[in-house]
């Protein structure tokens, strides 16, 4: 006589969660920051080639953008709703939120230190300049002039901010300056925004195909330009991410194409949910872009590097071989080799 026990019942992810306890988990979204901060420790190897190091500083810089983009405004989005539920590893939405905020701070802080202290100091030595303003020479500024005025200016749209007119949409990723100007016949004072153009090169080449002027500065140097009679005062550059986070409840969704069309036109409207400022930020004007943003100030993050640093892509793409590691070719086994007008069978 055979006897059948029966299969013991699966468990579910909640069963093996509550047997384990929260101290077994780690959390998603600081396990996501742990691989930037792995991706620093290769930007910062002097081991690796120079142009490959700069590579790796922009696929961070990509990742933190991605994950503001959906998993901070995820974060954003359940507070909001005022969800209270606990992560596997046991902290709220608002203690993550917390938690990701100290990590960022010294992710960005270590970015500054190896891009600025680092990188920028070694691309010099071998050759690879990327220059401030105040570098240049009166002859190289006076060439960068002529140019702001052949192709820059035509294609800037400054936009004041008035009674008349609000805050305008700014558009996510993209670079701004924010411009306080004054009227010194009406003694007016009032600020403009203007967006640095994603439609030129960012990197300005000058006096060479390796010497290089970031256009934002380019456009901060000729402001006046911008606007002419009116007395300049303090400018800040800016950059905001949006939600990108797409929620299509596929179950619930009559015509998921149309749910998909709506969906993808909220997001491009989403609201802000990082703020970036470069250098020593201007405290009136962050404050006009905390308020004008609807942001919290744990939501603004100050940068001594470039804003933007996915844009470096530009320099791994020089023609510098010496500067990357060396390229590999895949050789086939030689029982895979294709004969002379044949094929091979792989079976």
């Known amino acids: ?10 468990r579910n992810f909640e069963d093996v969660k509550a047997e384990l306890g929260p101290r ?25 080639p120079l142009l490959d190091r700069v590579k790796f500083t922009a696929i961070y810089a990509d990742l933190l953008d991605e994950f503001f983009q959906v998993r901070v405004a995820n974060l954003e989005d359940q507070i909001h709703a005022e969800v209270s539920t606990r992560s596997p590893d046991g902290l709220r ?13 010294r992710l960005v802080a270590r970015q500054d230190r190896i891009v600025c202290d680092e990188l920028v100091p070694a691309l010099a030595r071998e ?9 240049l020479t009166s002859d190289e500024r006076a060439s960068l002039a002529e140019r702001f005025e052949r192709e820059i200016f035509p294609v800037l ?33 009032r600020i403009a925004r203007v967006k640095v153009p994603d439609v030129l090169d960012r990197f300005v080449s000058i006096g060479g195909p390796e010497r290089f002027v970031l256009l934002e500065d380019v456009l901060a ?48 409207f989403g609201h802000a949910v990082r703020l970036e400022l470069s250098g020593d930020a201007a405290p009136a004007l962050k404050a006009i872009l905390i308020r004008e943003l609807d942001l919290r100030p744990d939501q603004v993050y100050t940068s001594r590097a470039p804003l933007g640093l996915p844009a470096m892509w530009r320099l791994v793409g020089l023609e510098r071989p010496d500067l990357h590691i060396d390229s590999w070719s895949s050789t086939p086994p030689a029982q895979m080799a294709t004969p002379e007008g044949g094929n091979v069978d792989l079976f």
């Open 221 to 268: 140097a000729h402001l006046d330009v911008l606007f002419p009679g009116m007395v300049v005062g303090e400018h800040q550059l800016f950059r905001i991410t949006r939600n990108a986070d797409l929620v299509v409840e596929e179950d619930e969704a009559d015509d998921l194409l149309v749910a998909l069309e709506a969906e993808l036109r909220r997001r491009r």
């Open 93 to 105: 939405p608002k203690e993550q939120q917390r938690a990701i905020r100290e990590v960022v701070e």
């Open 157 to 189: 749209t400054p936009l004041s901010v008035d009674v008349g007119h609000p805050f305008p949409y700014i558009s996510d990723r993209s670079l701004n300056l924010l411009v306080s100007v004054h009227d010194p016949v009406t003694n007016e004072t």
């Open 24 to 48: 077994r988990f780690s959390n998603r979204e600081l396990s996501r920051l742990a691989f930037g901060d792995r991706l620093l420790d290769l930007a910062e190897d002097s081991n690796v």
């Open 1 to 10: 006589m055979t006897t059948t026990t029966e299969p013991e019942p699966r």
């Open 127 to 135: 050759g690879i300049e990327l220059l401030g303003w105040s570098a």
